[in-house]
């Protein structure tokens, strides 16, 4: 989708600090991160939201979480422990209308419903 900033960011139009990419996603840390791992996995393929997923991207989501949890791991926080957030729609804040799993983690992380 052209005017969106995470297919901008996976085209290399504008810059990231890309941790990880594969043939299904990428993974970048957060502007603004709200913890010392803040990490977005961002799915290839432009999907605005949780709202239009569909039966076919079962295997992508399972990977995106899986990619967190590698994540996790190799950043040192499995045992520690650490959110995965997927915000949908205005009343969760979401910002950025092209699917992402946060990954946030690295210091104890305050209530979490809301
Ligand atoms: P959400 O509220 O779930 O849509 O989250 C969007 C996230 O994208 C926020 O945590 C922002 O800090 C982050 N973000 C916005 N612009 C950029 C950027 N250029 N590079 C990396 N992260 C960004
Ligand atoms: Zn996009």
Redesign the pocket.
Known sequence: MSDC?FCK?RDGQ?P?KLLMRDDRCIA?????PQAPVHV?FVPLQHIPSNNALTPEDRELVGHLVLSASRMAAERGIAESGYRV?L?TGPDA????FHL?L?LIGGRKLKGSMG
């Not at 970048?28 to 603004?32: L, T």
């Not at 804040?93 to 950025?96: A, L, S």
Request: avoid cysteine.
């Open positions: 900033l960011i504008i990231a970048f840390e957060d502007i603004h977005l957030l915000n804040g979401q910002q950025v992402h946060h």
